[in-house]
């Protein structure tokens, strides 16, 4: 979905990159015609082009040392592209079902060697080689609690099958946040309690 927005502002061809051949091949059915999708490993590979602008969101926050991918991705970009990356800064909640979630996902990440709120690292980043920062923000966005309880709830069953989740919560206390979580998306509420706060930032090339 992302890849075809890009594709809805730039002229230019736009290719997605992912690891998953399943989403690919979704991606490749629906995708319009000046859209390319290719099969990519971040946690890893160069990428496997050029470009002119390479754009990520959520992705850093899963992946270990995200410095290097900063580096690793910035020497893949044409003179005077740019780099363009949202990820989380911090969730901001009172509400104790969410915050239970969030500090399950963090201590899980952590024990993957990446982080949650990986928005803090990026901005302190300096001394890139070629890459020079253009643009650095937080942007906040209030989300609908039945709207970030569906989305946490959809993710938590995956989730729950991962060691690390494993390793800190019983399955009993994930029981309880399923249903927790299931409640405050199908209850039908417009309160909203929770906040992304999205570092968004521009490197450009020299």
Known sequence: RTTRLLADVFEQKVIGLDNSEALLWEARRLGPERVGFEQFDASGDELPLTA?????????????APAGRVRAWGRRLRAAGCL???????????NATFL????IISRALERQGSKLYVGPE???LDSIPRLQVDDSLVAR????DSDAARMFSLNLPTLTKTREVRAIADPE?????????????????????ITWCMRQIVWQAE
């Open 141 to 144: 966005l209030e989300v609908a």
């Open 122 to 124: 990026l901005a302190s």
């Open 100 to 103: 239970q979630y969030l500090d």
């Open 173 to 193: 206390t994930l029981e309880r946040l399923q249903q927790e979580l299931d409640e405050i998306a199908y209850s039908g509420s417009s309160e909203t309690s």
């Open 52 to 64: 002119d602008l390479v754009f990520g969101r959520f992705l850093l926050t899963h992946l270990r």
């Open 84 to 94: 363009l990356l949202e990820e989380v800064e911090d969730i901001e909640t009172d």
